[in-house]
């Protein structure tokens, strides 16, 4: 089932109680990335630049329900239900240690103020079932998503995705090839890369520590087409990129305002 916001009373119940308890603060905060309007949306969209404050309580919060379920070995998990509003928009991505849930068959991220998902969700062998639904600023996936092979369900706000029918928002600009002498990949800003870091090709999964070559690629993952963030360490790896489905970029591309998308649909 695809998220499509114009209708919203379908997941009424089905998400009523996916969300964690509301407080004075607001628990999340907004964007104009993927407006319909290019009057109100930026003409260069570009990463959400956050970077993860890893004092904070929420933050710690969230490590401990991620060793906790990944040592009773459950098989759902809704972290942010247990937290606070004020914790909830502390978070901005997920810990490398989500790697540790191999055994979660179904995750739920409903209504959170992330801007990223790390590569690190590939190795959740297990997920079938994965709903990020009214995560507004999660505007794209990394590749590694596609590591889950048995994923078959996703419940993502499509009209926030870069790859938005209605929208045909702009992706932000890439940097088809970064050498190691020009970028400290270990040290990067998540506003120009998506991340804060690079350890390890979306592809090969070899680490990336000679060349970076990022690529925008749209692929159907469970029930939605999702822009995807590939890491390759070479050509070669990016080469190796499946062709996305028509309607869409189908070849991997570097995003920026003058990218030829097809036309908005019914337009
Ligand atoms: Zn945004
Ligand atoms: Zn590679």
Not at 50 to 68: P, Y
Not at 104 to 132: D, K, Q
Request: proline share 9%; charged share 25%.
């Amino acid at each position: 089932m695809s998220g499509n916001e114009a209708e919203p009373r379908m997941f009424t119940n089905r998400f009523a109680d996916a969300v964690g308890p509301s407080g004075r603060a607001p628990d999340r905060d907004r964007c104009r990335c993927t407006d319909p309007s290019v009057k109100t949306r930026p003409a260069r969209v570009a990463f959400h630049a956050e970077r993860q404050d890893t004092a904070r309580d929420g933050w710690r919060h969230l490590l401990t329900l991620i060793e906790e379920a990944a040592a009773d070995g459950r098989t759902v998990f809704k972290p942010f239900v247990e937290l606070s509003a004020e914790e909830r928009r502390q978070i901005v991505t997920l810990p490398p240690t989500i790697a540790t849930l191999t055994k979660v068959r179904h995750l739920v991220l409903y209504g959170t103020n992330l801007v990223r998902i790390p590569p690190e969700i590939g190795a959740m062998a297990s997920l079938e079932v994965f709903e990020p639904y009214t995560s507004h600023r999660l505007h794209w996936y990394p590749y590694e998503l596609t590591r889950c092979t048995r994923l078959r369900d996703s419940t993502v706000s499509t009209r926030v995705l870069y790859t938005s029918f209605n929208n045909r928002p702009p992706f932000p600009s890439l940097r088809p090839v970064t050498t190691a002498t020009e970028a400290d990949f270990t040290r990067l800003d998540p506003g120009v890369w998506g991340a804060d870091r690079v350890d390890a090709c979306s592809v090969c999964a070899e680490p990336v520590d000679h060349e970076l070559h990022q690529a925008w690629i749209s692929l159907r993952v469970a029930t939605d087409v999702l822009p995807l963030l590939v890491n390759a360490c070479s050509a070669a790896c990016l080469a190796a990129v499946p062709r996305g489905p028509s309607g869409h970029v189908r070849t991997p591309h570097h995003g920026g305002p003058d990218l030829a998308q097809p036309p908005v649909r019914g337009a």
